[in-house]
């Protein structure tokens, strides 16, 4: 099982991924119904979990080219973690085991502001797999790359060796600067907890129809050209967003029509994700221009 571990994760590698961790099912048994590697692939015994990380330089500059953090943070990035899982998959299948890649960002789920879940938790599978820990805004930090990185996962039936569980220094010292960016108030001061493999973990509280706002690109600060002030309440409505939309539209008509169309045109993007640009834990850069 080792040495077949070990090919897995150096093909892995070979098709481009910078991390990959293996988690057995298992751990990831505490995950809502719906959510479980089983219910994707009847018998899966594995979850292989890959990485891609973002350069930096897209993140030091984002105030100057938001549209680059788009494309190389997003669209070209969930590609690549695609194309790995589907090479990888089709790895595991000529080996003799059906194996399920999941799909690695969020589509039809981003219509439904109050949701925002995807069909698979793919950092709760990272955490599971050892690549790091979670830091207090709900985003994943690894000790290489911290949180520029992002995740896809494949569930197989093969029976994989599971890495240990990151036990290293903290990655995340709540320094509460996620909370103090975010552009919607989004990131709350209250936490909640969650128990994965075996072990509680503890992070912020969050409105998702406000993070919704910002992933849009319409309030101030988040890489659109919108700019339509966030609604001063604590929790945030879908009218607020429908409303937000139409004074967009009303100030803005052609540029704003443009951005909807970029963000849509080569695959779904995100905007702000100034969470993730201000954290520092386990980055080591030459200079920060945020």
Same mark, same amino acid.
């Given at each position: 099982?080792?040495?077949?571990?070990?090919?897995?994760?150096?093909?892995?590698?070979?098709?481009?991924?910078?991390?990959?961790?293996?988690? *057995?099912?298992?751990?990831?048994?505490?995950?809502?119904?719906?959510?479980?590697?089983?219910?994707?692939?009847?018998?899966?015994?594995?979850?292989?979990?890959?990485? &891609?990380?973002?350069?930096? &330089?897209?993140?030091? *500059?984002?105030?100057?080219?938001?549209?680059?953090?788009?494309?190389?943070?997003?669209?070209?990035?969930?590609?690549?973690?695609? !194309?790995?899982?589907?090479?990888?998959?089709?790895?595991?299948?000529?080996?003799?085991? !059906?194996?399920?890649?999941?799909?690695?960002?969020?589509?039809?789920?981003?219509?439904?502001?109050?949701?925002?879940?995807?069909?698979? &938790?793919?950092?709760?599978?990272?955490?599971?797999?050892?690549?790091?820990?979670?830091?207090? *805004?709900?985003?994943?930090?690894?000790?290489?790359?911290?949180?520029?990185? !992002?995740?896809? =996962?494949?569930?197989?039936?093969?029976?994989?060796?599971?890495?240990?569980?990151?036990?290293?220094?903290?990655?995340?010292?709540?320094?509460?600067?996620?909370?103090?960016?975010?552009?919607?108030?989004?990131?709350?001061?209250?936490?909640?907890?969650?128990?994965?493999?075996?072990?509680?973990?503890?992070?912020?509280?969050?409105?998702?129809?406000?993070?919704?706002? =910002?992933?849009?690109?319409?309030?101030?600060?988040?890489?659109?050209?919108?700019?339509?002030?966030?609604?001063?309440?604590?929790?945030? =409505?879908?009218?607020?967003?429908?409303?937000?939309?139409?004074?967009?539209?009303?100030?803005?008509?052609?540029?704003?029509?443009?951005?909807?169309?970029?963000?849509?045109?080569?695959?779904?993007?995100?905007?702000?994700? !100034?969470?993730?640009?201000?954290?520092?834990?386990?980055?080591?850069? &030459?200079?920060?221009?945020?």
């Amino acid at each position: 099982m080792e040495d077949f571990s070990t090919r897995v994760k150096n093909k892995a590698l070979e098709y481009g991924a910078d991390l990959v961790g293996i988690t *057995s099912v298992d751990r990831l048994k505490t995950a809502p119904k719906g959510f479980r590697p089983e219910d994707y692939l009847e018998g899966a015994r594995s979850v292989i979990v890959i990485a &891609s990380h973002l350069p930096y &330089s897209i993140i030091d *500059s984002w105030e100057f080219s938001p549209f680059s953090y788009l494309y190389y943070g997003y669209v070209l990035i969930n590609k690549e973690l695609g !194309r790995i899982s589907f090479y990888l998959s089709k790895f595991l299948e000529k080996e003799g085991y !059906r194996t399920f890649p999941v799909v690695p960002t969020v589509y039809m789920q981003d219509f439904d502001y109050e949701r925002l879940d995807g069909v698979f &938790s793919h950092l709760h599978a990272a955490y599971a797999a050892g690549l790091g820990e979670f830091g207090f *805004s709900n985003c994943f930090i690894t000790p290489q790359y911290g949180t520029r990185v !992002r995740f896809c =996962s494949i569930i197989t039936e093969a029976e994989l060796k599971p890495d240990k569980i990151y036990e290293g220094e903290p990655l995340c010292d709540r320094c509460m600067e996620c909370y103090k960016i975010c552009p919607t108030r989004a990131i709350k001061k209250e936490t909640r907890k969650c128990v994965v493999a075996d072990r509680e973990i503890e992070y912020a509280k969050y409105d998702k129809v406000a993070c919704f706002y =910002s992933i849009l690109g319409l309030a101030p600060g988040t890489g659109g050209i919108a700019n339509i002030k966030p609604p001063n309440k604590e929790k945030f =409505s879908t009218r607020d967003i429908t409303r937000a939309r139409a004074k967009a539209i009303l100030k803005h008509r052609e540029q704003y029509i443009y951005q909807v169309f970029a963000q849509f045109v080569e695959d779904w993007a995100d905007f702000c994700g !100034r969470c993730l640009h201000i954290c520092d834990k386990g980055v080591q850069r &030459s200079r920060r221009r945020i």
